[in-house]
């Protein structure tokens, strides 16, 4: 964790990304692997992953610097200074633990390679999703231990209830606090017996997304939240693939929104979903991948999944002030600027995304895709 933040008057800027799995293939290319067995129908050699990629994109050195799948997303972060970093990290970090039962897919990472994480100058991450208890309770102690040790905060998952439904709380300074709850739920196969109770480590768990389920939240949120802090709900929700945002998902993150929450991080799918402005907060529906293995993989070349997204709001005081997107997209397991073609394509979907949302979008003369002056914010 960076020692102090310089804010610039009354104004947060968050950095989000989707999902960073840096287990399986990305962890074979690290400076310190672990075991590369697997137990999915298909592949059974984490390494098979890193020859897909490697197919599709080119040779890929073994080991790589810890910073490696991160590539010019770094230079980029540092250029447009975010105050606060923030991912959904959908991998265990752990060498330790037996394979989760009933489950085709498992992630981890091993714990020397946590430099990966610490590259990136990470605050913050959420853990309430599909893959944090892949290896079990053990694995999600050396998840949460190895997290604290390098100076990251988790939220979402914990050795009880208390400790997963507790927000990860950042210093803005100026006795302001950024509090961040993570909560998973089954539509994005979150297993219900994952849920912490007070006796069993797990995650902060939604067995739904109703108007019932955002009110209790917003009643932990109203319980802790002072009235200067920037509050963040980050919720792993929804199928792998596809545009379309069901109506109980909107209403929920409305339902937020109007109970004070400032931004609602959606992420599960494989690709960007819709993106809303709404009474002065920010709704991201979908913040597709950021960090994984799946270059090579084919079958859904229409969502363009190599295309990524580094999001970027900035909130004043009121609410949501300014919105940036950087285009980036994967090659050999490394985030790299998207080409001018990309990065019109991406804005020109996040448009027709969040038109009937009232949220439009435009590329900027850098680069960078930005709100529409039509938007209100």
Avoid at 233 to 248: A, D, F
Wanted: glycine letters at 10%; one cysteine or more; charged letters at 25%.
């Amino acid at each position: 964790m960076r020692e102090s933040r310089v804010m610039r008057g009354d104004e947060v800027t968050l950095f989000l990304g989707g999902d960073v799995m840096t287990g399986r293939g990305l962890d074979q290319i690290l400076p310190r692997p672990g075991p590369s067995e697997l137990r999915e129908p298909l592949v059974l050699d984490a390494r098979r992953y890193v020859e897909l990629a490697e197919s599709a994109s080119g040779p890929i050195p073994r080991p790589v610097p810890a910073d490696w799948p991160w590539g010019e997303a770094l230079r980029l972060l540092d250029e447009l200074r975010p105050d606060v970093r923030i991912v959904n990290l959908e991998t265990s970090v752990t060498d330790r633990g037996e394979y989760a039962a009933g489950k085709e897919i498992h992630y981890r990472m091993h714990p020397e390679n946590l430099a990966c994480l610490t590259a990136a100058r990470l605050d913050v991450c959420a853990l309430a999703n599909n893959h944090v208890l892949d290896f079990g309770p053990v694995g999600l102690a050396d998840t949460l231990d190895g997290l604290h040790r390098v100076g990251i905060t988790p939220a979402g998952a914990g050795r009880d209830a208390a400790e997963a439904w507790r927000p990860a709380r950042v210093d803005l300074g100026t006795g302001r606090r950024l509090l961040l709850w993570s909560v998973g739920t089954p539509s994005a196969g979150v297993p219900p017996s994952w849920a912490a109770t007070d006796g069993r480590p797990g995650v902060a768990y939604l067995p739904e997304t109703s108007e019932a389920a955002a009110d209790a939240l917003a009643e932990r949120v109203a319980a802790e939240a002072g009235p200067g802090d920037l509050v963040v709900v980050s919720v792993h929700w929804g199928s792998n693939w596809g545009y379309q945002v069901p109506k109980e998902q909107v209403d929920f993150a409305r339902r937020l929104v109007a109970a004070g929450v400032h931004l609602v991080q959606g992420h599960s799918s494989h690709h960007p979903r819709p993106i809303e402005v709404h009474r002065g907060g920010l709704i991201m529906y979908g913040c597709g991948d950021l960090l994984d293995d799946y270059e090579g993989i084919g079958g859904q070349e229409s969502f363009r999944p190599e295309l990524r997204l580094l999001h970027l709001p900035t909130f004043g005081t009121d609410g949501l002030a300014r919105l940036r997107l950087v285009p980036v997209r994967i090659r050999r397991m490394r985030l790299e600027p998207a080409a001018p073609d990309e990065a019109r394509w991406l804005a020109g979907l996040l448009d027709r995304l969040g038109a009937p949302y009232r949220t439009r979008f435009r590329l900027g003369d850098d680069g960078l895709i930005v709100l529409d002056p039509a938007t209100t914010v």
